[in-house]
Structures are given as structure tokens and as C-alpha cells.
């Protein structure tokens, strides 16, 4: 059974750091891309980030491109994302992702809030 845990959301001031982890188990997890996503109230969930098997490829949207940086740790079955630059229009919930067997799995998100 594919689990999915997000950790290290809160509350960053504009321009602040943020990383956020996530643990995963139930699957090997070094055989599957990887992605972040976020969603604010009445908005469709957006993809931020996605990292293939072995972490040397990624994919950010432009709207997140320069200042966030996703990663993995195969021997820790974790993923993080790297937040630089927080802007206030950053504030949503951030979940893990992952496309395994023809669906989507996802954590229980984690909230970043991002105000002065």
C-alpha cells in the first residue's frame, strides 16, 4: 500500500526558505518519478515539481522555475522541495505525488503559509 508523508509546512515570511520532506513506503521507491504539488482554495491542484528515478532530471513550471528546487534521497525513500524566494502567492497546501499502477497517490498535504 502506497503511503505517502509530507512534513515541514508553516508559516515563512516573504522571501524566507522552506523545505519541505516527504516520506514514502509501499513501493520500490527508486522506480518512480516523483512530484510536488500545491492547491489553494477553489483552485485546481498544480504540479511545482517533478524528479525522475535516480534525481538528476527535473521539471518546475515557470511559475516556480529559479526558485524552487525538488530532490530525493533513494536510500531514504524521500523526496523534498526547496523553497527560496517565498512569495505570498506560495501560500497553499503542498502535497507529495506520485503516478504508480495508472493513478495518483497522494500524502495529506502539508500547509506553507507565506506572510510578513
Known amino acids: 500500500q502506497v503511503q505517502l508523508v509530507e512534513s515541514g509546512g508553516g508559516l515563512v515570511q516573504p522571501g524566507g526558505s522552506l523545505r519541505l520532506s516527504c516520506a514514502a513506503s509501499g513501493f520500490t521507491f527508486s522506480n518512480y518519478a516523483m512530484s510536488w504539488y500545491r492547491q489553494v482554495p477553489g483552485k485546481e491542484r498544480e504540479r511545482v515539481a517533478t524528479?525522475?528515478?535516480?534525481?538528476?532530471?527535473?521539471n518546475y513550471p515557470d511559475s516556480v522555475k529559479g526558485r524552487f528546487a525538488i530532490s530525493r534521497d533513494n536510500a531514504k525513500n524521500a523526496v523534498y522541495l526547496k523553497m527560496d524566494s517565498r512569495k505570498p502567492e506560495d501560500t497553499a497546501v503542498y502535497y507529495c505525488?506520485?503516478?504508480?499502477?495508472?493513478?495518483?497517490?497522494w500524502g495529506q498535504g502539508t500547509q506553507v503559509t507565506v506572510s510578513s
Open positions: 524528479v525522475g528515478t535516480t534525481g538528476g532530471n527535473t
Open positions: 505525488n506520485n503516478w504508480n499502477s495508472g493513478r495518483h497517490y
